[in-house]
C-alpha cells in the first residue's frame, strides 16, 4: 500500500513537471554550473527577464522573429548574404588553424 502511494507520487510529480514556469532560470543555472560565475548568469537572467517583459516573448523566439524580418526585408537581404559569406570564410580559417 504504502508503495503504491510513493509510486503514485513520484509519477504524478513526473508528469506535471511540465507546467512548472522553471524555464527561465534554466540558462542562467547552467551558466552557473559550467563557468561558475554567478555575475554572468545574474546578467543573463536579467536580460531573458527584460526581453520577455518588452516583447512577450522569450529571447529565442525574438530572435528568430528578427532574423525572419531581416531575411524578409529586401534592402537587408544583400547584408545579411555578406554577413553569411564573413561568417563562412572565418569558419573556414579557424577550421585550417585548428587542422595545422
Avoid at 504504502?2 to 522553471?22: A, P, R
Avoid at 531573458?48 to 529565442?60: L, Q, R, S, V, Y
Wanted: charged fraction near 25%.
Amino acid at each position: 500500500m504504502k508503495f503504491s502511494k510513493i509510486s503514485l507520487i513520484f509519477v504524478t510529480l513526473i508528469v506535471l513537471s511540465g507546467c512548472v514556469q522553471s524555464t527561465a532560470l534554466l540558462g542562467p543555472g547552467i551558466t552557473v554550473v559550467t563557468s561558475g560565475n554567478i555575475l554572468q548568469a545574474g546578467f543573463q537572467y536579467g536580460a531573458n527577464t527584460a526581453i520577455k517583459k518588452e516583447t512577450g516573448k522569450d529571447p529565442f523566439n525574438h530572435m528568430l522573429d528578427v532574423v525572419d524580418n531581416i531575411e524578409n526585408d529586401s534592402e537587408n537581404k544583400r547584408s545579411l548574404k555578406d554577413l553569411k559569406e564573413w561568417a563562412e570564410n572565418k569558419a573556414l580559417l579557424v577550421r585550417k588553424k585548428l587542422t595545422n
